[in-house]
């Protein structure tokens, strides 16, 4: 059985003496344009990726100007995509809702010219960029191509991809899969249900979620950190951990704020301030000084800047 690490800060309460992080402002983007959600910070830091509420279509936000770009209208372009180190291409999808199917594109940011990376798969798979690498899993295989080359099976030395399959946490390494469980046992009969997987920027651990917490694990599933109640977890760094606490009533979310955790599930904070908005899906700049995130009714972009104290 995994060993589990409970933090031993007991319910990781929010308390104002384990404060690490000072809000130093909090700014609403202007986004020249609609209701717009999902940011993502390009590696400028000063460009926000977005897209509709329901996932549709790309733009970017250019953070000082306040001008919106749109990049494409496919469906479903706006579910996770991946931005080059660079920031020049995007690996993007277009989703067939009604067969169930997708096709993966590289975007480039600039021409906004498409290239077919995978067509017709049936995994809503994760993806990744990696010294200028794309990486995407299909039918059980890693699969990888440079900017503007054709995919081919993955080989390459360090090349870690970290996906879902049928809610299992799945890891490609150069190439070779493997299922993982970290918290197998933990919940009786319940079999765990993964979500929100990533890799840590060290490419050591795995940050992942299942039912209503965050976790972190190394990549044989062992050594497993609770963080807490935290969904849509985002590493920070290698140190830290930024999500959303939120709460529903069965039908709809009734609120949520942006908190912050060490790796290690010590000192969680709650950053922003309770209100009636509905903070949510959090995205951390490169250098891990800004958090972007959005409202859910109104489709509001904001912009926190943080420094540790």
């Not at 306040?66 to 931005?83: E, H, N, Q, R, S």
């Not at 299909?138 to 080989?155: F, H, L, M």
């Not at 609770?226 to 979310?253: C, E, I």
Request: proline share 3%; hydrophobic share 40%.
């Amino acid at each position: 059985m995994k060993k589990l690490l409970l933090c031993l800060a007991v319910g990781v309460a929010f308390v104002s003496h384990a404060q690490q992080f000072e809000v130093v402002e909090l700014q609403q983007v202007k986004t020249g344009a609609n209701a717009v959600y999902h940011p993502r910070f390009m590696p400028d830091g000063n460009t926000l990726l977005v897209t509709s509420e329901g996932y549709d279509g790309l733009g970017l936000v250019d953070v000082k100007k306040g001008v919106y770009t749109k990049l494409t209208d496919m469906d479903g372009a706006g579910y996770y995509p991946v931005i080059s180190e660079d920031g020049k291409t995007i690996l993007t999808r277009n989703m067939n809702r009604n067969a169930f199917s997708q096709c993966i594109y590289k975007l480039d940011v600039e021409s906004k010219a498409l290239t077919l990376v995978a067509k017709d798969i049936d995994h809503t798979n994760q993806m990744s960029f990696s010294n200028g690498l794309a990486t995407v899993a299909i039918s059980g295989k890693a699969v990888a191509s440079q900017v503007g080359e054709a995919i081919t099976p993955v080989r390459t030395m360090n090349n870690i991809l970290v996906t879902e399959e049928d809610l299992k946490i799945v890891v490609y390494t150069n190439g070779v899969r493997s299922v993982i469980d970290p918290l197998a046992g933990q919940y009786g009969d319940w079999d765990p249900q993964y979500s929100w997987t990533s890799l840590s920027p060290d490419r050591t651990k795995i940050l992942f979620h299942c039912a209503n917490d965050a976790f972190i694990c190394d990549l044989k599933g062992n050594n497993v950190v609770k963080l807490g109640s935290m969904r849509a977890p985002q590493w920070r760094g290698n140190t830290h951990v930024v999500g959303m606490n939120d709460a529903h009533d069965g039908y709809f979310n009734t609120k949520s704020d942006i908190v912050i955790v060490r790796a290690d599930g010590t000192q969680m904070q709650q950053l922003t301030t309770p209100s009636d908005e509905i903070k949510m899906f959090p995205s951390v700049s490169a250098d891990g000084s800004k958090i972007a995130f959005h409202t859910e009714r109104e489709g509001k972009i904001y912009i926190m800047t943080i420094k540790e104290k």
